[in-house]
Nanobody, 126 residues
Framework: VQLQASGGGSVQAGGSLRLSCAVS????????MGWFRQGPGKEREFVAV????????DYADSVKGRFTISKDNAANTAYLQMNSLKPEDTAVYYC????????????????????WGQGTLVTVSS
C-alpha cells in the first residue's frame, strides 16, 4: 500500500492550498482517512478525519471553518482544502489510512492509522 501526498508549498497568511493523498489500492473506498501535521519540535497532531463513505468529517478546533476534508472513492484520493491559512498552520502534513474497513466513526488518534504518506510541507508566512 502506498500513499502519495502532494500539494504543499509556501503561501502568505490568508492564502489557500489544497493537499491531495493518492492511495494505491481500491480498498481505499472502505477506509477512513485522516490528515495530521507535525510542526518543528512538536508531536504529530490531528487536523481532520473523514469516514469511509466520505461523511462524518471531524476537525480540530484550530482549523474548523477554514479546512475541509473530502474523499473521492472513485479516484482513490483524499483531499484537504485549506483556506485562510495562518502562520501557525506551518507544518509537515501527513495523510493516513485506517485499514479497519467500514469504520463508522473515524479516529482522531494518529496511532489508529496504519498507512502513511511521506508528508508534504506547508509554510505560511505572515
Amino acid at each position: 500500500v502506498q500513499l502519495q501526498a502532494s500539494g504543499g508549498g509556501s503561501v502568505q497568511a490568508g492564502g489557500s492550498l489544497r493537499l491531495s493523498c493518492a492511495v494505491s489500492v481500491r480498498i481505499f473506498s472502505s477506509w477512513s482517512m485522516g490528515w495530521f501535521r507535525q510542526g518543528p519540535g512538536k508531536e504529530r497532531e490531528f487536523v481532520a478525519v473523514i469516514g469511509w463513505t466520505g461523511g462524518n468529517a471531524d476537525y480540530a478546533d484550530s482549523v474548523k471553518g477554514r479546512f475541509t476534508i473530502s474523499k473521492d472513492n472513485a479516484a482513490n484520493t483524499a483531499y484537504l482544502q485549506m483556506n485562510s491559512l495562518k502562520p501557525e498552520d506551518t507544518a509537515v502534513y501527513y495523510c493516513g489510512a485506517d485499514k479497519r474497513t467500514f469504520k463508522l466513526v473515524p479516529s482522531r488518534w494518529h496511532r489508529d492509522y496504519d498507512y502513511w504518506g511521506q508528508g508534504t510541507l506547508v509554510t505560511v508566512s505572515s
